[in-house]
């Protein structure tokens, strides 16, 4: 398996622009999520989907973010209008179906390589 | 969600045995104790996962207590590859996951 795929791997752009930021989870997985990494504010998750369905945006930082996943294979992660603290690491993740609900399988997640954005 | 306690950094020498130890007092009955390590400019990788006891596996070991209040990842003759930032987390299925600011390991040549 080729892992989960990010693109783009590093992205930089200007206050004010659209940024899109796209994965590809591991096949069969029925989860994914969205994290931000920066050096202030350590590894945050944003949001996660369920079998396409988002579960959890409480993460996301306000309305200029949005994440959609139209299908099992594929995800987005939309910042309009960008702004310079958006500066960070984008990461998404994935993990297969926990099978009982109190399983730790939720927890074993599998990360892209992540997306480095700059925004100036 | 259990509160996790670790080390900010640890430093050790190439070949020996390097023990981080996470605190989880308010561990529940249901969560599970994840470890993650993280190379520079990377995603951080799933290491090992355990409930209770002891859970070894071909990358390191975990050894669990039987309260369950802490638990400590075990790295057996590390070498410079293993210099990376590992997180503990405990949690169970649905919760957010939460990562915290992990602990710093250095190893020296």
């Known amino acids: 398996d080729a892992g989960v795929i990010q693109s783009p791997r590093h992205e930089v752009t200007e206050m004010g622009q659209e940024v899109t930021l796209r994965c590809k989870p591991i096949?069969?997985?029925?989860?994914l999520f969205w994290y931000r990494q920066t050096m202030m504010r350590g590894l945050e998750l944003l949001i996660y989907?369920?079998?396409?369905?988002?579960?959890?945006d409480s993460g996301m930082p306000e309305d200029r973010f949005s994440a959609k996943m139209p299908n099992a294979s594929f995800s987005t992660l939309k910042i309009q209008p960008s702004e310079p603290r958006d500066s960070a690491v984008y990461f998404c993740?994935?993990?297969?179906?926990?099978?009982?609900?109190?399983?730790?399988?939720?927890?074993?997640?599998?990360f892209g390589p992540g997306t480095r954005l700059t925004v100036t | 969600l259990a509160k996790t306690t670790q080390p900010i950094s640890m430093d050790s020498y190439e070949g020996q045995e390097v023990n981080i130890t996470c605190s989880h007092n308010n561990i529940a009955t249901n969560d599970y104790i994840t470890w993650y390590q993280q190379f520079p400019s990377q995603g951080p990788r799933f290491i090992i996962q355990?409930?209770?006891t002891k859970v070894t596996n071909e990358v390191a070991s975990l050894f669990i207590p039987a309260d369950r209040k802490s638990s400590t990842l075990s790295l057996p003759r590390v070498s410079l590859s293993d210099t990376a930032v590992y997180y503990c987390l405990v949690g169970r299925g649905y919760q957010k996951v939460t990562f915290g600011t992990g602990t710093k390991l250095q190893v020296i040549p």
């Open positions: 989907f369920n079998n396409n369905v988002p579960i959890d």
């Open positions: 993740a994935s993990s297969p179906h926990p099978g009982r609900q109190n399983s730790g399988k939720f927890y074993e997640q599998y």
């Open positions: 096949s069969g997985h029925d989860y």
């Open positions: 355990g409930y209770k």
